[in-house]
């Protein structure tokens, strides 16, 4: 069965400080993993999209990065802002005609003042 | 441009009542997809329709259904509502197909009584 499992589940940090959240998954054959963020009650927002052949991706103060050989992909946060506080979903995805994603269960990072 | 949007935005119904949710996606955007988000389960894909055919289905069951129009507007209908279907319901919008940036709307909060 496909997973993704994304740790840590919470993560609290100060503004202005650097994080990193894990994903790892089972999904093989991958064709893309993505990072989105989800604030509070709104829909999520695409943070970066990459496929098995990339290793990193950058948005801004987002980084992600990937290891397609040991399965997993992180998420760097750099200079945090309160504006960060949100969850953070890694989504992976099948090859070919076949879109069933699969999703972790988030890690909600809450930045304090 | 105008983003997703999505009607209604919250929604209470009974047990046994069938409901219908509306999907606007990004001007221009062909490719309709739909998610089911619930605290015990995160984020769950239910279908995905591009040029008013369903491409991708999720693991739901029969009561799940949707369709799209010329105009790439989508609807879902869940029907014989069940306790368990209270969720968020997700649609996003992409150019051509799910493989690409997804842009997600607010959802729309279903609660089953």
């Known amino acids: 069965k496909n997973q993704v499992e994304q740790s840590p589940q919470s993560l609290i940090i100060l503004e202005g400080k650097n994080c990193t959240l894990q994903?790892?998954?089972?999904?093989?054959?991958?064709?893309?993993l993505r990072w989105y963020k989800q604030d509070t009650g709104r829909g999520p927002v695409s943070l970066t999209i990459?496929?098995?052949?990339?290793n990193t991706k950058s948005n801004g103060r987002y980084t992600a990065t990937l290891d397609a050989d040991t399965k997993q992909s992180s998420l760097h946060i750099t200079a945090s802002q309160l504006s960060d506080s949100a969850s953070y979903i890694c989504?992976?995805?099948?090859?070919?005609?076949?879109?069933?994603?699969?999703f972790g269960r988030g890690t909600s990072l809450i930045v304090h003042p | 441009k105008a983003g997703v949007t999505q009607t209604p935005r919250y929604l209470i119904k009974t047990r046994g009542q069938q409901v219908t949710l509306s999907c606007s996606p990004i001007?221009?955007?062909?490719?309709v997809s739909w998610y089911q988000q619930t605290p015990g389960q995160g984020l769950q894909f239910l279908f995905e329709?591009?040029?008013?055919?369903?491409?991708n289905k999720g693991n739901f069951p029969g009561r799940f259904s949707g369709r799209q129009f010329s105009n790439s507007r989508s609807e879902m209908n869940v029907s014989t509502l069940e306790l368990g279907d209270s969720a968020l319901y997700l649609c996003?919008?992409?150019?051509?197909?799910?493989?690409?940036?997804?842009?997600f709307g607010p959802g729309t909060r279903l609660l089953v009584l």
């Open positions: 989504v992976v995805s099948p090859p070919g005609g076949s879109y069933i994603p699969t």
């Open positions: 990459m496929t098995f052949s990339e």
């Open positions: 994903c790892n998954y089972t999904v093989s054959p991958f064709s893309n």
């Open positions: 996003a919008s992409s150019a051509r197909s799910e493989e690409e940036t997804q842009y």
């Open positions: 329709y591009f040029s008013e055919t369903q491409r």
């Open positions: 001007s221009g955007h062909r490719s």
